[in-house]
């Protein structure tokens, strides 16, 4: 079949989550299928560096960032559409769509997180899937609102985030969402019976064994994470200032990495703590580190970053949000607190008993194994896709592919990722 992939990342190289994500999905239909990409990219410079995937025709235009104050995003406050969507329309987008759908034979429609739905009336008669649907940071900026003003906001916008949403998702032929919890608040907000399928996030674990590690004398926490991202910010600021001087308090030597581009916003001062900036590889220093602390308090979806850490054998303390859509237990494979000072005990636990990191990173590993690697999630993607084309596979299940520095039947490795989430 012939698919036509709608995305507002431009994933080569991958450089974060969404777009890790939207490489593996690419990668697996084009094994099966052909594949066009529209995709938006930064400024020339700024993405590039990667070769796209062999079977994928691609095709960019430049993308518009989100203006807050701008007249086209004020506009926005009195149309039906959320603003952040009015703003960041590309009608240069809607033209190439336009354009594929009028000169090729397309089964199937893909568009790929919230973005991509505002170009739906291109593709309304069209069998589509709306891909990664995720409501959760929406929630949960809501529920963090520190004053009324903007508490009250917040219900604004998610009341006509959720009509747009009922609106438009009936126009899908399917949606997928990363987990059980996002399923949920689709499934909240819906009024009508819609096709949900969850197709979690994931890592290739082959991509984590053998990672070169250092052994230190340091006991040595990391975050992986960009502070432009203003969930991996809040998470940073309430953990230096909250959980860290605890932890040293029990361990004065214990020592914080945040990886990671810092953006133009400033985190607290602590001593112990180290901004390594953006670094080629993540997976050395988080397999290095004793302990990869999670202290969400925003977002939704899942975390890539307790993935990585599970399948690299370090052991992790979270909250529930930041373990949130993930098949995780506590106390089995990783540590839960929420509360500041349970936080950096559970953490000054971890640092002081080696026994039982090796006994949750056993049990996390394994669990990466089961249910996170893509090779076992991808499979569900692919046949979600054909069973809503209608249409059966028109390439060899069996092409290999090589890419990011590897060879297999089972879609692309990377041998290097940058910080990321």
């Known amino acids: 079949m012939r698919v036509l992939f709608l995305s507002s990342w431009y994933p080569f190289p991958a450089k974060n989550g969404s777009e890790l994500r939207i490489l593996n999905l690419l990668a697996a239909l084009a094994e099966r299928h052909e594949v066009t990409l529209l995709a938006l990219r930064e400024m020339e410079g700024r993405d590039s560096g990667g070769e ?15 203006r807050p104050g701008s007249l ?14 009015v703003d960041t329309y590309v009608p240069a987008l809607g033209g190439l769509i336009r354009e594929e759908l009028a000169g090729g034979e397309y089964d199937l429609v893909i568009a790929s997180e919230m973005g991509m739905s505002a170009y739906h009336p291109m593709f309304v008669d069209m069998p589509s899937i709306f891909e990664d649907v995720e409501l959760g940071i929406y929630r949960s900026q ?26 438009v998702v009936p126009r899908f032929s399917a949606s997928t969402v990363v987990s059980q919890e996002e399923r949920n608040h689709l499934e909240g907000i819906l009024r009508h019976g819609h096709r949900i399928e969850i197709v979690p996030n994931g890592i290739r674990l082959r991509d984590y064994e053998d990672v070169e590690t250092k052994e230190g004398d340091v ?12 969930a991996n910010f809040d998470a940073m600021c309430w953990f230096v200032a909250k959980i860290f001087p605890v932890i040293k308090q029990a361990i004065p030597s214990a020592r914080l990495l945040i990886t990671g581009n810092p953006g133009e916003r400033s985190l607290p001062r602590h001593d112990g703590v180290e901004l390594t900036g953006q670094v080629a590889d993540i997976r050395p ?11 969400l308090r925003l977002g939704g979806g899942t975390r890539l970053k307790v993935l990585e850490a599970m399948a690299l054998g370090t052991a992790v303390v979270s909250t529930r949000k930041g373990a949130e859509g993930l098949a995780v237990a506590a106390n089995t494979h990783l540590l839960v607190e929420d509360a500041p000072r349970a936080f950096a005990e559970a953490v000054v636990r971890l640092l002081r008993e080696k026994g039982l990191r090796r006994e949750l990173t056993a049990n996390a590993r394994r669990l990466v194994a089961e249910k996170y690697d893509w090779p076992v999630i991808l499979p569900t993607f692919v046949h979600l896709a054909e069973e809503v084309a209608g249409t059966r596979s028109t390439r060899s299940p069996n092409r290999r592919l090589a890419f990011g520095g590897g060879i297999s039947g089972d879609g692309p490795t990377f041998a290097k990722r940058p910080a990321m989430d």
């Open 219 to 230: 006991p040595t926490l990391i975050y992986t994470g960009a502070m432009s991202y203003i």
């Open 285 to 295: 220093l988080v397999a290095s580190a004793d302990v990869s602390v999670v202290p």
């Open 72 to 85: 086209r995003a004020l506009s926005g406050l009195v149309r039906p559409v959320p603003r952040s969507l």
């Open 52 to 66: 796209p995937i062999p079977g994928v025709r691609v095709r960019t235009v430049p993308r518009r960032p989100y």
């Open 142 to 167: 809501g529920e963090q609102a520190t004053n009324f003003l903007s508490r009250w906001r917040h219900v604004l916008s998610w009341i006509k985030l959720g009509a747009y949403l009922r609106r």
